[in-house]
């Protein structure tokens, strides 16, 4: 059972939308491992809601329900993984359409994004996320089927106005799509900017502890365009385990305290770090000299996420050799946990990435602000 008040998105998450089991009174949700779900002597369903397991899974519900609820949209699907979020929308094109993307965005999905269309029959052109009149000239009116942006974008954290986004999307007949990742619902609702469909790589901020690899849908109205998306995650079977369901719902129940404090910590960094010797760049878009601050102060609303990155002075061996000697933060890929990670992004991506080489990597975790400092402070200590 799940009973919701007059009460704020906070305090709804906090509670699994208030859920209570109708038969034990428990306040968790269960885990529903079953694969199929029975049918009566009339061979109807007992739960209409429920059929086989690869689309239809109980265990999905709360966090479903808690995702429509903090994003402001009308239906939400789980995926295995973000990768397979992001993939179901390009999937459901027809072979001759049209998308646009930002040239700087997660690597893995631009990466298969190039690969995909081009098997695909799909044109892709791509547009400077820097630069606020790109993307319009990208745009084909007409023939332009899908937008796709990434903000604050990964790593270099420019930020893409979703408003104006959205605008040049339906003014082209396309549906714009976000990948929401980093600033959560806690700090921005694309939806209610304009954006058709949000995405989440959930295994990020959304679980926030490492432990799960999932992704999420979330859609504006539940339209043609939608409807091909849930086609292409039944049929394709890329969906989420009931125990990583469970887990995914129990992170998000602590997702603003999180988000608050990660953000928190790396406006503290950032500011700390702004100007200082050895640092070249700091790109964090809290900072109100970062291109982007004016936009991010509309549509990030409450703070600008726990990612930012700094430009080593020296190039690429200084920046290799300040990661090394990090002795808190923990090099690794990823980003939203509580334990804060630092990575040499060209490193990951290889000789073709746009990343500038001595750019650094950080997500900020939990951990206390002055002993992040400090481990930064050592580690760019000549």
């Not at 901020?205 to 091909?228: P, Q, R």
Request: charged share 20%; with cysteine.
């Amino acid at each position: 059972m799940s009973k919701c008040h007059n009460s704020s998105i906070e305090t709804d998450v906090a509670q699994g939308m208030h859920y209570v089991d109708t038969l034990t009174g428990s306040v968790v949700p269960p885990i529903v491992p079953s694969t199929t779900f029975a049918r009566d002597e009339n061979y109807a369903l007992v739960s209409p809601d429920h059929s086989y397991g690869r689309d239809e899974n109980p265990s999905y519900q709360t966090a479903e329900k808690m995702l429509m609820r903090m994003e402001g949209g009308s239906d939400a699907m789980l995926f295995s993984s973000g990768m397979a979020a992001a993939t179901a929308v390009v999937q459901s094109l027809e072979p001759g359409s049209h998308i646009v993307i930002p040239s700087v965005m997660y690597w893995g999905l631009r990466k298969w994004m190039v690969a995909f269309c081009a098997r695909w029959g799909i044109e892709l052109d791509q547009f400077d996320s820097a630069d606020p009149d790109d993307l319009a000239d990208k745009v084909k009116a007409g023939t332009t089927s899908l937008i796709w942006i990434e903000t604050p974008t990964n790593p270099t954290w420019d930020i893409i106005d979703i408003e104006t986004a959205a605008e040049i999307a339906h003014g082209a007949g396309a549906v714009l799509a976000v990948d929401s990742t980093v600033p959560t619902p806690v700090l921005t609702r694309p939806i209610d900017f304009g954006a058709d469909i949000v995405m989440h790589s959930a295994t990020k901020y959304l679980n926030g502890h490492g432990d799960v690899v999932a992704g999420a849908l979330i859609t504006a109205k539940n339209d043609e365009c939608w409807e091909k998306v849930a086609a292409v995650r039944a049929e394709a079977g890329a969906i989420l385990g009931s125990f990583e369901a469970w887990l995914l719902q129990r992170g998000m129940r602590t997702l603003f305290m999180r988000v608050r404090q990660a953000s928190a910590t790396a406006l503290a960094i950032a500011e700390h770090f702004d100007h200082y010797n050895g640092i070249e760049t700091v790109r964090y878009p809290g900072l109100e000299s970062h291109p982007g601050h004016e936009v991010a102060k509309k549509q990030m609303l409450g703070g600008y996420g726990g990612m930012l990155s700094l430009c080593i002075a020296g190039g690429e061996a200084a920046a290799l050799e300040m990661i090394k000697r990090c002795n808190v933060f923990i090099r690794a890929t990823s980003l939203g946990g509580v334990e804060s990670l630092i990575e040499h992004r060209y490193s990951i991506e290889g000789p073709n990435s746009p990343i500038p080489p001595n750019l650094v990597r950080i997500s900020v975790g939990a951990e206390r602000v002055d002993d992040l400092i400090a481990d930064l402070e050592q580690a760019l200590a000549s």
